[in-house]
């Protein structure tokens, strides 16, 4: 079955760009009718979704994130990336991928699976 | 703030049914379809009903989804000692155009 697994920058300070990997293993990023989605989660608080591609380069954006986070897809390492760039403390939080449902999972479609989540704090 | 709004907490003994609420608004779950997400200390969410009521391959027949109006429900029957973890309701909300979550409650099984 498909698998995700997180990498990328732990500790990073405010204005600057966090860049995170997702690699996809059991599946093909490339595969009709999945999205791959970011999400994140405060620790101890609520999950926030942040958005999703699907092949090749179709992203849709949660309004609140959307001027400062770009989500692609690398086909070539069956991989997809987030950069969040500007960033501040409030952006401190554990970031998860998954695959989406859905094409554009907008309106409908769960996230399953998930990867098992990256600690990403922003601190001076 | 979350968007659909979750008790914090709840608990029950082994072998009783529980229920766990997420009260949203006519922009989101009565509108839209809910998903419930399980998720134990540590570990990343796992989908646990999908569009209000359905159960993937390999959750128990135990957890069961309900929605009515601008509500929904998950009930455990048959509490186990290894259902205690925090549950998540989702939905997608078409006023803010992005998918909101609850805030979690954290089962608790004495």
């Known amino acids: 079955q498909v698998q995700l697994q997180e990498s990328g920058s732990g500790l990073l300070k405010p204005s600057q760009t966090l860049s995170l990997t997702c690699a996809v293993s059991g599946g093909s990023v490339t595969s009709g009718g999945s999205s791959w989605v970011w999400l994140r989660q405060v620790p101890g608080m609520g999950l926030e979704w942040i958005g999703n591609?699907?092949?090749?380069?179709?992203?849709y954006y949660n309004p609140s994130l959307k001027s400062r986070a770009t989500i692609s897809i690398d086909k070539s390492k069956n991989q997809f990336s987030l950069n969040l760039n500007s960033l501040t403390a409030a952006d401190t939080a554990v970031y998860y991928c998954?695959?989406?449902?859905?094409?554009?999972?907008?309106?409908?479609?769960?996230?399953?699976?998930w990867g098992q989540g990256t600690l990403v704090t922003v601190s001076s | 703030q979350s968007v659909l709004t979750q008790s914090p907490s709840t608990s029950g003994t082994p072998g009783q049914r529980i229920t766990i609420s997420c009260s949203g608004s006519t922009s989101n779950i009565g509108s839209t379809y809910v998903y419930w997400y399980q998720q134990f200390p540590g570990t990343a969410p796992r989908l646990l009903i999908y569009?209000?009521?359905e159960r993937p391959s390999g959750v128990p027949d135990r957890f069961s989804g309900s929605k009515s109006g601008t509500s929904a429900s998950l009930a455990i029957s048959g509490l186990r000692s290894e259902d205690e973890a925090d549950y998540f309701c989702?939905?997608?909300?078409?006023?803010?155009?992005?998918?909101?979550f609850g805030g979690g409650t954290k089962l608790t099984v004495l």
């Open positions: 989702a939905a997608w909300d078409d006023s803010l155009s992005r998918w909101v």
């Open positions: 998954a695959r989406g449902s859905n094409w554009n999972m907008v309106k409908r479609g769960w996230f399953d699976p």
């Open positions: 569009t209000d009521n």
């Open positions: 591609v699907y092949h090749p380069a179709h992203t």
